[in-house]
Structure formats: structure tokens, C-alpha cells
């Protein structure tokens, strides 16, 4: 038996789903730093998870994963590529061999340096667009949402 919904709930549920306009602009700024990003080789994703590794000591994926908020395969899964592209080295822990170590490379600094000037002029785009406190507002109550 088929209940149906007013078409008046679907415009509620349209104009206050905080789920759904936090995914909308979600999209919407990994577009804009994708794009930005395009000529240094990486996405927005990329560009997170190697400044995730950019650490005096390499990580293990658990602490990198949490900080991402991934879970460790799907974490496990987007180092592949930047593995095979020479940015990023898997290592095994010499204080456990079972727990594996992330670590940037040579090139993966090189790129990381190349990516944080497009990196800060695309937020300088937002701060100017929005405005730095509004910014900084957005900011903090996604923290608290994480």
C-alpha cells in the first residue's frame, strides 16, 4: 500500500535538509579546488591526504584515516594511486611489521610545495567572496559538526 507525501514536504525537507545542503556545497567546493588544482596532477582529496602525511615522522593509516574521516580501506584505496605516481611510500613499522607507515616522498614534498599556493589562492577567493569572518564562522561549525 502506497502512502504518498505532499509535494510541501519535499519542498520543507528541500529548503532545511542539513544534509543535503551541506553535500550540495561539499560538491560544489571539491569542483572548485579540483579545478584549481588540475595543473599540479591532483584532486582536493589528493591534495588533503598528502598534506595528511606531511608530518616530521610518517604516520600509520589509523591516525591518517581518522583525520580524514575514512575508514582505513577506502583510505588504503586513494594512497594506491598517488603510490604509483611516486608521492606517496607505504613502509613497514620496524616496531611492528604488521602496522604499515605513510610516508611522502621526494617528489610528493615537491608537489605538495607546488599545490599550497593554489591551495590558499582558492580559499583567498572564498574569504573574499564571503568574507573572512563569515569564513571563519562556516569553519567552526563544521568543526563542531565533525
Known amino acids: 500500500m502506497s ?7 519535499t519542498l520543507h525537507v528541500r529548503d532545511t535538509c542539513l544534509c543535503l545542503h551541506v553535500q550540495r556545497a561539499a560538491r560544489a567546493l571539491a569542483r572548485h579546488f579540483d579545478e ?3 595543473p599540479v596532477g ?3 582529496g589528493q591534495f588533503s591526504l598528502l598534506m595528511a602525511l606531511n608530518r616530521p615522522q610518517p604516520p600509520a593509516i589509523k591516525p591518517v ?6 575508514d582505513r580501506t577506502t583510505l588504503t584505496a586513494a594512497i594506491k594511486p598517488l603510490e604509483r605516481q611516486g608521492l ?3 613502509d613497514s613499522d620496524p616496531a611492528d611489521r604488521r602496522s604499515r607507515l605513510l610516508a ?3 617528489k610528493g614534498h615537491w608537489v605538495l610545495s ?5 591551495w590558499t589562492n582558492a580559499h583567498a577567493e572564498f574569504d573574499a567572496q564571503l568574507g573572512a569572518e563569515v569564513m571563519e ?10
Do not use: G
Open 88 to 90: 606517496v611510500r607505504i
Open 114 to 118: 607546488e599545490a599550497l599556493p593554489i
Open 42 to 44: 591532483l584532486t582536493n
Open 36 to 38: 584549481a588544482l588540475r
Open 137 to 146: 564562522d562556516l569553519r567552526a561549525s563544521l568543526r563542531m559538526l565533525a
Open 104 to 106: 611522502l616522498t621526494e
Open 3 to 9: 502512502k504518498k507525501i505532499p509535494f510541501e514536504t
Open 65 to 70: 584515516a581518522q583525520l580524514l574521516a575514512m
